[in-house]
C-alpha cells in the first residue's frame, strides 16, 4: 500500500514569512498527526486529527501555527509568520483507529530552514 | 504526567557486540508501547510494539523488547548489532487507544567495526 505521502521535502524561508506543508495519508486512516521533530530531539506533537475533527492540539502554538484537515483527508499545516525557532523537521503520521491502538506510519517530512 | 524517558542519548558499541537501550515511562493503568527507528534524512520505522500479551515482543531486524510492569521499562535488546543498525532509536507511549503518540527524546546507536 501506498505510504504516507509529503511535501515538499525541503523548504527555506526568511523568518516572517509564510510556508505551508503538505500531507496525505494512507487511505482509510482516520487519525491524522503533525509532530514537529528539532534536531536532536523527539517528535513534539503539534496536533492530532480524528477525520476532520481535531483531538489533540495542546502543544500547537495557534498564534502563528494553523493546520486543517478538510473532508477528513489530507491536511496542510501551515505557519505564518515564521521563527527562526522553527527550524525542524515536520513530520505527518498517520493511523487506523477504533478499538485496538495501532502504530502511526509517518511520512519521510518536510525539512524546514528559517533564516 | 504522561512521559517516556530515553536515559541514554548516545550509545556506542562495537559490531556483533549485544546492546540493550533502555526506555521507562510514566505509569498508567493502561499503556501501549512502542520502539521506532529513524535512518538518517528518513522518517521513522515501527520496530515494534507492546499493547497486551505477552510481556516479550519480537520485531524486525532481529530486536525485541520487554514489557516490565512493575519498572515501567521497555527496554530494546539485540543480540548481536551490525553497521547496519547505526540510527536514532525513539521509545513512545500511548495510555489509551484514541489518545497521542508521545516519544522519546530518542537514543543515537553507533556501531563501531
Known amino acids: 500500500e501506498a505510504g504516507v505521502a509529503q511535501s515538499p521535502r525541503y523548504k527555506i524561508i526568511e523568518k516572517r514569512q509564510s510556508v505551508a506543508f503538505w500531507c496525505n495519508p494512507i487511505?482509510?486512516?482516520?487519525?491524522l498527526y503533525w509532530y514537529q521533530q528539532i534536531l536532536g530531539q523527539g517528535p513534539k506533537l503539534l496536533i492530532q486529527?480524528?477525520?476532520?475533527?481535531?483531538?489533540?492540539d495542546s502543544q500547537l502554538p495557534k498564534d502563528r501555527f494553523s493546520a486543517e484537515r478538510l473532508k477528513g483527508v489530507d491536511s496542510t499545516l501551515k505557519i505564518q509568520p515564521a521563527k527562526l525557532e522553527d527550524s525542524a523537521v515536520y513530520l505527518c503520521?498517520?493511523?487506523?483507529?477504533?478499538?485496538?491502538?495501532?502504530?502511526?506510519?509517518f511520512g519521510q517530512g518536510t525539512r524546514l530552514t528559517v533564516v | 504526567a504522561q512521559s517516556v524517558t530515553q536515559l541514554d542519548s548516545q550509545v556506542p558499541v562495537f559490531e556483533e557486540a549485544p546492546v540493550e537501550l533502555r526506555c521507562n515511562y510514566s505509569?498508567?493503568?493502561?499503556?501501549?508501547l512502542f520502539w521506532y527507528v529513524q535512518y538518517p534524512n528518513q522518517g521513522l520505522q515501527l520496530l515494534l510494539k507492546?499493547?497486551?500479551?505477552?510481556?516479550l515482543v519480537k520485531g524486525i531486524n532481529g530486536f525485541e523488547a520487554e514489557f516490565n510492569k512493575s519498572q515501567t521499562s521497555f527496554h530494546l535488546r539485540k543480540p548481536s548489532v551490525h553497521i547496519s543498525d547505526t540510527a536514532e532509536y525513539f521509545c513512545?507511549?500511548?495510555?489509551?487507544?484514541?489518545?497521542?503518540?508521545?516519544f522519546g527524546s530518542g537514543t543515537r546507536l553507533s556501531i563501531r567495526p
Open positions: 507492546y499493547l497486551s500479551g505477552s510481556t
Open positions: 505509569s498508567s493503568v493502561s499503556v501501549y
Open positions: 513512545a507511549v500511548s495510555y489509551s487507544s484514541a489518545s497521542k503518540i508521545i
Open positions: 487511505s482509510g486512516h482516520a487519525t
Open positions: 503520521a498517520s493511523s487506523l483507529t477504533g478499538g485496538v491502538p495501532t502504530e502511526a506510519f
Open positions: 486529527f480524528q477525520n476532520n475533527g481535531v483531538v489533540d
